[in-house]
């Protein structure tokens, strides 16, 4: 039994210590450069100098939250609130709990609406507000991925331990139903983040008006607009378009450009 | 009513009154003094100035004269106050104290100095001491120099050079190699020598100037001292600057006359310090060209150099780190290498870090150029060999180090550009300001594989559950294992075994009792009742009820009566009657458990 244990232990803790090593460092100065020159734009001023340079780290393979939170407020201070929106939201997806970021966010939001309702009158934008999301908005993917790991571990743990000693203690039921609620809302938590419950990867839109179509071309019939900043969930793709529904529930074709997404490649299914 | 103690009391400290009231009449003596009063140019001599005190509070004592001469330079000050008190009858409390101030000069020409009283202030009233003359008559050496002009001595040697002679104090400009190749490291030291104490905080120098030379100054934080006699006289000497020079042109190249001022250290916290002022003399170095034949690109000093990328595998559009780092002695911020292009990948400008230290006296270090190299096309790169020339200085020869060649691949197709960000032209909002403020440190991670998609998360996940069935298999083996030893069929065959173990001890007794214990738990089994401790009539009842025959219930009362006979007289019993005995119990046993018990 001891054994066992051992081996569970040294099997968890190899997988902790190993999801831990960080990456190889060895770029960081020149990107660190890259950033510093988008810093000292940004402080002057010149938003464009600063989204340059940090779509210039994007490209290179930086996937960042706060990169993406300084191009997402260099974006908000040039006046552009969807890619800010797009950019806050990608830095919240690799860091929930970042508070600034989803201040800023909110800022973005109010901005683009209060903008538009000087226009329009009154202006609403599509987000969305399931509970899950809202439930596991401040969980990082990989914190659920440990907390699985380790509620697995306690749950057949503490199994074991009552088949083997035949115990039936308080205590040990306590662990057994602490570690299955955990276990399964760690489990519930990756599926949300990875888009298993999802229907496609999350996106915003960029542009203002965007004709949703029936079909991937630009002579196929309006079924509605999409206006920026509402967020939507791509469900297909067809060369240079790609099917979105957004949170009202209107689905239809866009181009690819007037669309981003915020999940990467990893992060959907 | 006073008591006479009381009395006597008051009467004594009125008299101590009295008597520390008549003390209040000071006296003071002044003395001025100079051992000796007569010296040579060049030597020293002390000089006192003394005040002693009866009774009073000195409020002031001044030499004027102190720093009337040039001619008679301070060498160190002393000052001390001792101080004494004394009680008597009749005479009161009596003090007595006295300030003297001593002082080590230094005659520098000859003349005759006279020097005015000192005075000294007690109680208002003033004292003065008695003037004073001093003679320097002329040195051998004085005389043979002219006064004006502080002239080396007579017995300049080389270890004198790049440095102009002062009795007291002078800079000197060591530079060990004065012929080098163009981009060979000379080593400069500007020492200062002085024969004077040094207040260590009030030196100042000014470096040489070092045109046409690439500069590694080695940080001086403290002035440390060291002795060396020069023409047999004591200097303390000082390293101002040390620094390794690497000269950039061939023909001669100046280093330039270091300066420094500084004050002489005095004990005395009222005197002003000396200020003195001092200047070297320039160096010229000899610089010759390469020799040829040679690489025109070749860098002075001896290197390895060592290639790395951070990777071998990239998703196509991602960036791969190269770090070349070259390690050696010499002007390492002279090196410059160039990364030739490669097919499929663009190359970022690289970002160039250098950690130069000392190698004993050799100036080296490290290098490091770090490229950002960005697969644009899926297949196997190749960053080729990056070779770095040089000649070694001090084996004049010229050599060559080299890298070997890396390859690294990326995979997929390049990702399609993010739609393109380019700011509107919409004027910030009002409420611009609430955005931000940006961050200045980032930790610039590259999207790292999520926890879920390393192999070993499927793993982890499922070993718990694993070792769980596992678990259960094995326990549920052991346990029926178990259930089994304990079975009725099991003690019986039990029974039968240890019986026949002891038939062969031949153990009657132990043998018996097994007999006994094999038949009664057989009837136990098949009854469901214990018929241990019944008499014979009980149990006849007993196995008839239960569905035994006669001749079995018979034969059973037979055997159990002749084997608890057999056990008490055991001495009596052959190993033929025993397996007898074993075999009709076997069948007896063997009869019992056939036996259909009654509806």
Redesign the interface.
């Given at each position: 039994m001891r054994i066992l244990w051992a081996v569970l232990v040294t099997l968890l803790a190899a997988g902790v210590v190993s999801a831990q090593q960080p990456e190889p460092r060895g770029h960081v100065s020149k990107l660190g450069d890259i950033f510093a020159a988008a810093n000292v734009a940004a402080s002057r001023g010149d938003h464009a100098t600063a989204i340059a340079r940090h779509q210039e780290l994007i490209a290179a393979g930086v996937h960042d939250p706060d990169v993406y939170f300084n191009l997402g407020t260099s974006l908000a201070q040039s006046g552009d609130y969807p890619r800010a929106i797009l950019n806050y939201e990608r830095a919240l997806t690799l860091r929930p709990s970042d508070s600034k970021a989803s201040a800023n966010l909110r800022s973005a939001e109010r901005a683009l609406e209060e903008t538009r309702a000087e226009a329009e009158g009154e202006a609403s934008i599509q987000r969305s507000s399931s509970i899950s999301d809202a439930l596991y908005r401040r969980f990082t993917e990989n914190g659920l991925a440990f907390t699985l790991l380790v509620a697995n571990f306690l749950f057949f743990a503490a199994l074991a331990w009552a088949w083997v000693r035949r115990s039936r203690g308080r205590g040990l039921y306590a662990l057994l139903a602490g570690s299955a609620v955990l276990l399964l809302f760690s489990a519930l938590g990756m599926a949300i983040k990875t888009g298993l419950l999802r229907e496609g990867p999350r996106a915003v839109v960029l542009e203002d008006r965007v004709a949703l179509r029936e079909g991937p071309d630009p002579r196929a019939r309006v079924r509605g607009e999409a206006r920026g900043g509402d967020r939507g969930e791509l469900v297909d793709w067809d060369r240079d378009f790609v099917k979105i529904r957004v949170i009202g529930g209107l689905e239809g074709w866009a181009p690819t450009t007037a669309l981003g997404r915020i999940d990467s490649d990893d992060a959907t299914h | 009513m006073i008591r006479p103690l009381t009395l006597v009391c008051l009467v004594a400290i009125g008299t101590l009154t009295l008597g520390a009231t008549a003390a209040a009449d000071a006296e003071a003596e002044v003395f001025l003094s100079a051992t000796p009063r007569e010296v040579r140019a060049g030597q020293t001599f002390s000089l006192e100035v003394r005040a002693n005190i009866k009774g009073g509070g000195l409020e002031d004592l001044t030499f004027a004269d102190l720093k009337k001469y040039p001619e008679l330079s301070v060498i160190s000050h002393q000052t001390s106050r001792p101080m004494q008190v004394s009680f008597g009858f009749g005479s009161g409390m009596k003090v007595q104290s006295s300030l003297s101030h001593q002082y080590l000069m230094r005659a520098l020409r000859p003349g005759t100095f006279e020097f005015s009283p000192a005075v000294a202030t007690v109680n208002g009233k003033t004292y003065r001491s008695n003037p004073l003359t001093i003679v320097v008559v002329a040195s051998d050496a004085a005389a043979t120099a002219g006064p004006s002009s502080p002239a080396p001595p007579p017995e300049v040697g080389e270890e004198l050079s790049g440095a102009r002679y002062d009795p007291r104090a002078f800079l000197r400009t060591v530079v060990e190699q004065e012929s080098v190749y163009v981009g060979q490291q000379v080593d400069v030291t500007v020492y200062l020598y002085t024969h004077v104490g040094v207040a260590g905080r009030s030196v100042n120098p000014t470096k040489p100037a070092m045109d046409g030379f690439w500069v590694y100054e080695e940080q001086i934080t403290a002035l440390e001292g060291s002795l060396i006699t020069i023409n047999g006289t004591q200097y303390r000497a000082y390293v101002l600057q040390k620094a390794a020079a690497f000269p950039q042109r061939t023909g001669e190249l100046t280093i330039g006359a270091p300066k420094v001022a500084f004050d002489i250290g005095t004990m005395s916290l009222f005197d002003a310090p000396e200020h003195i002022e001092r200047t070297g003399v320039p160096v010229t170095i000899d610089v010759k060209p390469l020799p040829k034949p040679g690489p025109v690109d070749a860098f002075v000093g001896k290197y390895s150099v060592r290639a790395r990328l951070?990777?071998q595998n990239?998703k196509t559009?991602?960036?791969v780190?190269l770090?070349v780092d070259a390690t050696g002695v010499g002007n390492i911020q002279d090196l410059r290498i160039a990364l030739p292009p490669i097919a499929g990948v663009r190359t970022?400008?690289?970002?160039v870090?250098d950690q130069q230290r000392f190698y004993g006296k050799a100036l080296g270090g490290t290098r490091s150029w770090?490229?950002?190299l960005?697969a644009e096309t899926p297949g196997e790169h190749t960053v080729p060999a990056i070779e770095l020339d040089y000649f070694d200085p001090d084996s004049q020869q010229y050599g060559s180090a080299s890298t070997q060649a890396l390859k690294f691949s990326s995979t997929g197709i390049a990702?399609?550009?993010?739609?393109?960000?380019?700011?509107?032209e919409?004027?910030?909002?009002r409420?611009?300001a609430?955005?931000?403020?940006?961050?200045?440190?980032?930790?610039?991670?590259?999207?790292?594989?999520?926890?879920?998609?390393?192999n070993?998360?499927p793993w982890?996940?499922a070993?718990?559950?694993l070792?769980?069935i596992l678990?259960?298999i094995g326990?549920s083996l052991a346990r029926r294992r178990e259930r089994r030893k304990t079975s009725a069929g099991a003690v019986q065959r039990t029974l039968i075994d240890e019986a026949r173990a002891a038939l062969r001890g031949n153990d009657p007794r132990t043998f018996y009792d097994r007999v006994v214990a094999s038949i009664t738990h057989a009837l136990d089994t098949r009854t469901t009742e214990p018929v241990r401790g019944l008499s014979n009539v009980e149990l006849r009842t007993r196995l008839v009820a239960a569905g035994f025959d006669d001749d079995l219930v018979q034969r059973v009362i037979n055997e159990l009566e002749g084997a608890d006979f057999a056990r008490f007289a055991a001495s009596g019993v052959n190993t033929e009657e025993m397996e007898r005995c074993l075999q009709r119990t076997e069948t007896i046993v063997e009869r019992i458990h056939r036996v259909k018990g009654r509806a």
């Amino acid at each position: 039994m001891r054994i066992l244990w051992a081996v569970l232990v040294t099997l968890l803790a190899a997988g902790v210590v190993s999801a831990q090593q960080p990456e190889p460092r060895g770029h960081v100065s020149k990107l660190g450069d890259i950033f510093a020159a988008a810093n000292v734009a940004a402080s002057r001023g010149d938003h464009a100098t600063a989204i340059a340079r940090h779509q210039e780290l994007i490209a290179a393979g930086v996937h960042d939250p706060d990169v993406y939170f300084n191009l997402g407020t260099s974006l908000a201070q040039s006046g552009d609130y969807p890619r800010a929106i797009l950019n806050y939201e990608r830095a919240l997806t690799l860091r929930p709990s970042d508070s600034k970021a989803s201040a800023n966010l909110r800022s973005a939001e109010r901005a683009l609406e209060e903008t538009r309702a000087e226009a329009e009158g009154e202006a609403s934008i599509q987000r969305s507000s399931s509970i899950s999301d809202a439930l596991y908005r401040r969980f990082t993917e990989n914190g659920l991925a440990f907390t699985l790991l380790v509620a697995n571990f306690l749950f057949f743990a503490a199994l074991a331990w009552a088949w083997v000693r035949r115990s039936r203690g308080r205590g040990l039921y306590a662990l057994l139903a602490g570690s299955a609620v955990l276990l399964l809302f760690s489990a519930l938590g990756m599926a949300i983040k990875t888009g298993l419950l999802r229907e496609g990867p999350r996106a915003v839109v960029l542009e203002d008006r965007v004709a949703l179509r029936e079909g991937p071309d630009p002579r196929a019939r309006v079924r509605g607009e999409a206006r920026g900043g509402d967020r939507g969930e791509l469900v297909d793709w067809d060369r240079d378009f790609v099917k979105i529904r957004v949170i009202g529930g209107l689905e239809g074709w866009a181009p690819t450009t007037a669309l981003g997404r915020i999940d990467s490649d990893d992060a959907t299914h | 009513m006073i008591r006479p103690l009381t009395l006597v009391c008051l009467v004594a400290i009125g008299t101590l009154t009295l008597g520390a009231t008549a003390a209040a009449d000071a006296e003071a003596e002044v003395f001025l003094s100079a051992t000796p009063r007569e010296v040579r140019a060049g030597q020293t001599f002390s000089l006192e100035v003394r005040a002693n005190i009866k009774g009073g509070g000195l409020e002031d004592l001044t030499f004027a004269d102190l720093k009337k001469y040039p001619e008679l330079s301070v060498i160190s000050h002393q000052t001390s106050r001792p101080m004494q008190v004394s009680f008597g009858f009749g005479s009161g409390m009596k003090v007595q104290s006295s300030l003297s101030h001593q002082y080590l000069m230094r005659a520098l020409r000859p003349g005759t100095f006279e020097f005015s009283p000192a005075v000294a202030t007690v109680n208002g009233k003033t004292y003065r001491s008695n003037p004073l003359t001093i003679v320097v008559v002329a040195s051998d050496a004085a005389a043979t120099a002219g006064p004006s002009s502080p002239a080396p001595p007579p017995e300049v040697g080389e270890e004198l050079s790049g440095a102009r002679y002062d009795p007291r104090a002078f800079l000197r400009t060591v530079v060990e190699q004065e012929s080098v190749y163009v981009g060979q490291q000379v080593d400069v030291t500007v020492y200062l020598y002085t024969h004077v104490g040094v207040a260590g905080r009030s030196v100042n120098p000014t470096k040489p100037a070092m045109d046409g030379f690439w500069v590694y100054e080695e940080q001086i934080t403290a002035l440390e001292g060291s002795l060396i006699t020069i023409n047999g006289t004591q200097y303390r000497a000082y390293v101002l600057q040390k620094a390794a020079a690497f000269p950039q042109r061939t023909g001669e190249l100046t280093i330039g006359a270091p300066k420094v001022a500084f004050d002489i250290g005095t004990m005395s916290l009222f005197d002003a310090p000396e200020h003195i002022e001092r200047t070297g003399v320039p160096v010229t170095i000899d610089v010759k060209p390469l020799p040829k034949p040679g690489p025109v690109d070749a860098f002075v000093g001896k290197y390895s150099v060592r290639a790395r990328l951070d990777r071998q595998n990239v998703k196509t559009g991602n960036a791969v780190t190269l770090r070349v780092d070259a390690t050696g002695v010499g002007n390492i911020q002279d090196l410059r290498i160039a990364l030739p292009p490669i097919a499929g990948v663009r190359t970022l400008q690289p970002v160039v870090k250098d950690q130069q230290r000392f190698y004993g006296k050799a100036l080296g270090g490290t290098r490091s150029w770090e490229w950002i190299l960005i697969a644009e096309t899926p297949g196997e790169h190749t960053v080729p060999a990056i070779e770095l020339d040089y000649f070694d200085p001090d084996s004049q020869q010229y050599g060559s180090a080299s890298t070997q060649a890396l390859k690294f691949s990326s995979t997929g197709i390049a990702a399609p550009a993010q739609p393109t960000v380019s700011p509107k032209e919409v004027p910030a909002s009002r409420e611009a300001a609430v955005f931000g403020p940006i961050r200045m440190y980032s930790a610039l991670t590259r999207g790292a594989t999520p926890v879920r998609e390393r192999n070993w998360f499927p793993w982890l996940l499922a070993v718990p559950p694993l070792l769980f069935i596992l678990l259960t298999i094995g326990v549920s083996l052991a346990r029926r294992r178990e259930r089994r030893k304990t079975s009725a069929g099991a003690v019986q065959r039990t029974l039968i075994d240890e019986a026949r173990a002891a038939l062969r001890g031949n153990d009657p007794r132990t043998f018996y009792d097994r007999v006994v214990a094999s038949i009664t738990h057989a009837l136990d089994t098949r009854t469901t009742e214990p018929v241990r401790g019944l008499s014979n009539v009980e149990l006849r009842t007993r196995l008839v009820a239960a569905g035994f025959d006669d001749d079995l219930v018979q034969r059973v009362i037979n055997e159990l009566e002749g084997a608890d006979f057999a056990r008490f007289a055991a001495s009596g019993v052959n190993t033929e009657e025993m397996e007898r005995c074993l075999q009709r119990t076997e069948t007896i046993v063997e009869r019992i458990h056939r036996v259909k018990g009654r509806a």
